[in-house]
Structures are given as C-alpha cells and as structure tokens.
C-alpha cells in the first residue's frame, strides 16, 4: 500500500501509511488521527480502520471508545471518495470495530453497488460474510453481489465459497441457480475444505433448503476422514442438515456420534438441542450417545433456550422410555420459560411429555396459560398436537379446548390427514361434543380419506361412533380408504375398525371383510 500511496500523492502519503502501520495500540492510533487526521484521503482512512481493526489490544486501551468515535466520523466523511476495496475493507473494519450502525452499512452498500464487478473473489465473499455477521437484509444488494460472484467462481478458495454459501443462509437469501453453480466449484475442491468450511457448507445448503443429493454424497466422502477435526458447532450442524435435507447416511452418521461423545462437554445448549433433534428425524437409536448426550446437557440446562428445550424433551420422547429424572429437569426449567415459548415449541413440548406419559398438572396448566394467549398462532399441526396431548393425558380444560377448537375450525382447510385424525379422536376422548366443529371437520377430511393412514381411519371412525355422529356419505367414503388399505391394517386396527362400525350400526359387508382378514392374520 505505501509504494501506491508513494505513486499516487507522494513522499508525505506515504510516510503517513507508514506511521499508520506502525501504531501499535488504540492511544497510539487515537492521537495519530487527532494530530494529523486532517491529511488523510480516503485510502488513509481505509488504512487506519484496517489498523483498528487488526490491534489485539483495541478493546483493553481505555481510548478505545473514543476511538471508535472518532474512526466513525472520520469514515463518513471519506466515504464518498472510497474506492470498491476501500469500501469492503471499511465494512468488514466498521463490523469488527462494532461502528457499523446508525445507517452506515446502507451508506457503503449504495457507494459499492455499482463498484461490485470490481471486487476480487474474496472481497465479494468477505462482503457477504460481513453483511451476514450484522444481520443485514438487503435483498437487492446481495443479488447484484452474487451476479458478480457468480462470474467468479473460478477464482473462490475453499473459504470463500463456504463463506459466501454460509451468508446466503445466514440471511435467508436463496438463489438456486447461484448454489448449483457454486457447489459445481466447490466439488473441484472439496478435498481442500477446512472442517469450518465443511460445515459451513453444509449447514447452508440446509438452511436454504437446497437439496442436491449427489453433491451431499460427494461432501460427507470429503468429510468422513476430517470427522475427528470437527468442533462441537460443525459436528451439531452437520447432523442438523443431514437430517434437515433427509439425507440419511447411517455409517457417517455413526462416526459423526463416535467423534462427538469425545467431545459433548464442549456442546453448547443449541449444539445439543440439535444433534438430539437430527437422531429423532433419522429414528437413529444410539442409546448409549443418547445417555451420554443428556448427561452433558443436565448441568446446561438452565442455558437452553425455549426452542433448544422443546426440541430437546421431543428428541427424548422420540426415542421412547427414558430417564424421568432428566424429564423433570427439562420441565422444571421450561416452566420458568413457559411465557417465552413460541406456540409450535408450546405444543411440541406438550406432545412430547404425553409420548413420555409424562404427567404434571401445574406444568400443563402454566402451560395451557401461556399458550391460550398466542392460541392464533397456532398451525395446523400444533393445534393437533396440542388437543391430542390433552387427550393422551386427560387433562381435561373445557375452556381451552373450546377456544382450541374454535382456532382449529378457521385452519381446518389447511390441515392435513394426521391433523384431521389426531383432532377427531382428541375431541371424542374427551367428550367435547361440538356437533358443528365435526362437521366442518368431516368436510374438510372427506376428500382426503384416502391419504388417511390406517390408524388414522380408525381414529376418525371411532370419534364418530363415540360422538354418536352419522353421516353416511362420510362414512361411505371412509369404508371405501379403509377397503383400500386393508393390507397394510393391523390386527389391532382392523378389530378397532370393527368396534367403531358395529357402534355405529353399520353391519355390512364391509364389516365382514374386515373380520374374515383380521381372522386369517391371528
């Protein structure tokens, strides 16, 4: 930078970068740009910023606010002269100095917009990767960067490819056109990828929900060997994502839990919460990790946030019968949280201590208080789940299940099969007869009869002999999935069948069917 400067303004330019250079504290730096401030151009106030950024002390010297201050202003007021590198140097500066606010990031963005083409391949990832870090949206921006990068993507390293896929995640910013062209340059060196990298990667492809198969195969084959190199943050994501993109690998997977039983102290709240999560979605049984996982996460709980906690009671109850002990540890400190809790965690959580025939009164009832307020925030699915825990534990709160079922009535349309099911047979066990609910109800699973699955049927077939409800245009359409799916009923399912027909007086040649194929399988 001196030789330029040197070419550009001179012998006095350049001795300025050089003391620049040589500061080696915040003080030193602060009294620089307050003694001499007023020569500097924009490449001095790049340079100085750069230099702030890079002191391992800045954040012990006592001057180091007011040099942030000072730094602030003195940006702003060479910005406009800024050059492209400049500009990315100063965001990436003006992030890691934590003087990024009040309007500046939008300041740099509208100088560098049109100055895109020119940056070098990792300035256009350091960008991203900036942007990323303060959690700033700017759609437009960032698809003008990615055209840009897109041209060279030839040019990325390893890091700045991870970088750049791990900034489109982070900000929710999908591109599939861009992916597929940065993971065809990213299989040329897969075999480089740092394990950050690595898991950066992956994590982004989950995040954005780009699922590519073949490429995922080719990434967990790069990986395997680097596995014991993993931290805690790549081991966790990497099982999320997998499990995110339903892309099971039973032996990576295997070794992935090898290497991070080594290292569950390490694990942070949200590291456990979601490698717990990804073994439930795959119904990858390792009781012996699972044991080892909720004694790292026990003395950790308290630092679990509302979603970790849901995420971590529904893992367990996935996996069945387990320590109560740790049960009531987790409900013990959810219930301090309850009021936080979003409303699917809300009814994830009571899902999952119905599964465990988990049974606490108080805790339902703080946590039926803390739902009924965000009730309208409820979809289908947690709607469901809620009157089926409710049902599954008798805990019968006539006043919320009356207001449940007034919220699922409006979303019924956009239930689906096991919602439906699940509502029915929650409603009968309860006793809450709404004779107009049911109605709306068989309307809405009538034409979906046939996506029912053979519990499901027999859920629904039962709420409506339960309920004493008759509708023969409904149950002749439930007669007919059932024909449909004899062969994959049960014997439990199809003597439950009968029991709800014969209660519903339905005496046909259905009902002998079922009976004669329950018969042949005893």
Known sequence: MAATHERLI?????????????????DALLTLVQTRGTAFDSLHASAVLMRAAKLPTRTTDTQAGELAQTLAQMLRQHLPEMQVTELAHALWAADTLGVAGDGFTDAILRRAVKKLPDLKPQELSSTAHVLAKLGH????????????????????MPTDLAKTA???????????AFME???VAAKRSLGSFSCQDLGNLIWAMASLGHVDAAFMRTLLVAAGPKLRNFNAIALADTAWAMATLDHYDAAFLGDLLQVAKLKLSSFKARELSNTAWALAMFEHRDPEFMRALMAAASPKLPSFDTHDLSNLVCAVAAFGPTDLQFVMAVVVTAKDKLHKFAAQDLANTAWALATLKYSDEAFMGALLAA??????????????????ALATMDHDDKAFVSQLLHVTKLQLHRSNSQDLAATAWAIATLGQ??????????QSAKPKLMFFSPL????MASALANLGIRDTAFTDKLLEASKAKLPTFTVANMLELQTALAKMGLRDDAQTTLVAAAARRR
């Open 371 to 388: 739902a009924k307020p965000i009730l309208s925030n409820f979809g289908p699915q947690a709607l469901a789940n809620m009157a089926w």
């Open 181 to 183: 062209a940065l993971l």
């Open 433 to 442: 007869k709404d004779t107009w609910f049911m109605v709306a109800l068989m």
């Open 456 to 459: 499901g049927l027999v859920n």
């Open 137 to 156: 949206v700017d759609a437009a921006f960032m698809q003008e960067l990615l055209v840009a990068a897109k041209q060279k993507l030839l040019g990325f």
């Open 10 to 26: 001179g012998a006095q330019g350049a001795q300025l970068t050089r003391m620049i250079t040589a500061c080696e504290s915040a």
């Open 166 to 176: 791990w900034a489109m995640g982070t900000l929710g910013h999908s591109d599939a």
